[in-house]
């Protein structure tokens, strides 16, 4: 693209690592390894331009002293170092160049690495990513406070169960259109403004097209990613943890047609909360199901006696700690993260839960949505009654027939000092259909059955590296089964690949649809 005449389908440059500078310094001598994406102007997704050239450069303030390293993935050839002269690197198969920034010694500083197509192109601005230096840590760290569920946004117009709320009146109101971003306020009342993220159920209702919807903060960059692919007419929910953009806001795009959404707030993460998390492997601790082939004996089955499904306006209320939970009973637990899974219910129904005891009323808000003999999983974050000890339960409230449903413990919150939570830019690390770098361990292709795909995820997208000052000790990511040949079921757990697949699930794919949960 060197004369008058652009000849790369080239239009745009994704930078995967998030701007430390906008939420603290890098420690010195820190690493960020991240990629810069190479994408064609398709709409509404732009994609990966396949063997793409880019020009890559690296400005640093008179204080600093960080350094650059580049792989031209084209030929292979690895760079020492990126200079402030922009120097051309070739992509992979996946329009991509891996980049590695390393903080310098300075008390201070601040560098910014820039890819542009051309380094004079008046008609194709440059994208540059920002890093501060220092000794002030690497990233803004918060707990996590879990809340009673509250319904903070509704675009379909007032009725029984609608309140009247930002997003069904005013300027701007009203389902949210094709191509369109909504803004939502999500501070305020029981989430402080010195929230850094936020934790969400977001329903997609009914949309006009098949569609997808993203999350991501207010006045961050828009992401690749997506949270909810609903087909038409469906009505589909999944769990976001996302971090609040400007003025304690979020932005939700809709991709095709129209959507009506209703957003319900599980809880928020700041530096005041109380809850570190405690990741576990997955473990099954309740199922309604008669016992039988992958179903044991536990305290929702009433040990083993039967089927004990969930009926119309019933609540299902357990304890957490019981059926070989990895939880502790220690008076230390705020809240606890499980899969749950609502499995072939009678008729079309919603599902909700709450914390305990049973006596609690439920919210009016929904965690799963589903139709008459589906399966359906979606993640909860949810507060357990303070301090307890035998009594840790959940509620979970079905609305309509009966249901059962089984649920897998990921983890937990307590007052002790554990993992606390750094919210980035959504940003896509795995694609399956197209493959992505080899050292993330995403090669293109489909999973055969029963197979495992082992994805490297620290060091990736602004993840710290591990054995670094901030080493990664759990991540949250969103993941979508798609073109499944037949109906089946995904897990999601630790690595190596050598794990033992525990007895859970996270996904429930039908054939060909997309599914997908936090």
Known sequence: NTGTYAFSPVANYVISAVPIALTGSLTSGQQVVFTVTAVDNSTPTPQPVPGAFMNLSLTSSGASLGSATGVDSFSGFAFAKITNAPQRFGSNSAGAVTVTYTAGSATSGTDTITAQNRPTSPTFPPVSTTYSYGSSGAFTQAPYTAVTPFRVCDTRPVGPGIASNQCNSGVGSGPI?????????????SVPTT???????????????????KLYPTGGTVSTTSNVNPQKGQVV?????????????????????????ALDV???????????FHATSPVRICDTRAVGPGINSNQC???????????????????????????PNTGVVTAVVFNLTAIGPTTAT????????????????????????????????????SACTTACTVNIWNGLGLVNVAVDIDGWFSTTSAGQFTGLNPARICNTLFGNLSDQGCNKGMIPARGVLNINVAGIDGVPVLGSAHSPTAVVVNVTAF????????????????????????????????????
């Open 177 to 189: 259109l094709q191509n369109q971003t909504r803004p939502i306020t999500v501070t305020g009342g």
């Open 350 to 385: 919603a599902l909700a839960a709450y914390p305990g005891p049973i006596s609690n009323p439920h919210p009016n808000v929904s965690n799963i949505n589903l139709n008459a003999h589906a399966a359906v999983p979606n993640r909860i974050m949810v507060a357990v009654p």
């Open 237 to 261: 929910a999944n769990l976001v943890e996302v971090s609040i953009g400007t003025a304690g806001k979020i932005n939700v795009f809709n991709a095709l047609g129209s959507v009506n959404i």
């Open 483 to 518: 073109n499944a040949t037949t109906g089946t079921f995904v897990t999601v757990y630790p690595g190596p690949a050598s794990s033992t697949l525990p007895n859970a699930s996270d996904l429930n794919a039908p054939t060909f649809e997309p599914v997908t949960n936090l």
């Open 301 to 327: 089955n009433d040990t083993g006696s039967g089927a004990h499904p969930i009926g119309p306006g019933g609540v299902l209320n357990f304890n957490v700690t019981s059926s070989g939970s990895p939880i």
């Open 195 to 213: 929230a850094t993220a936020i934790v969400v159920n977001l329903t997609a209702i009914a949309p006009t097209a098949g569609t997808y919807l």
């Open 266 to 276: 599980e809880g928020y993460v700041d530096a005041t909360s109380l809850g570190f």
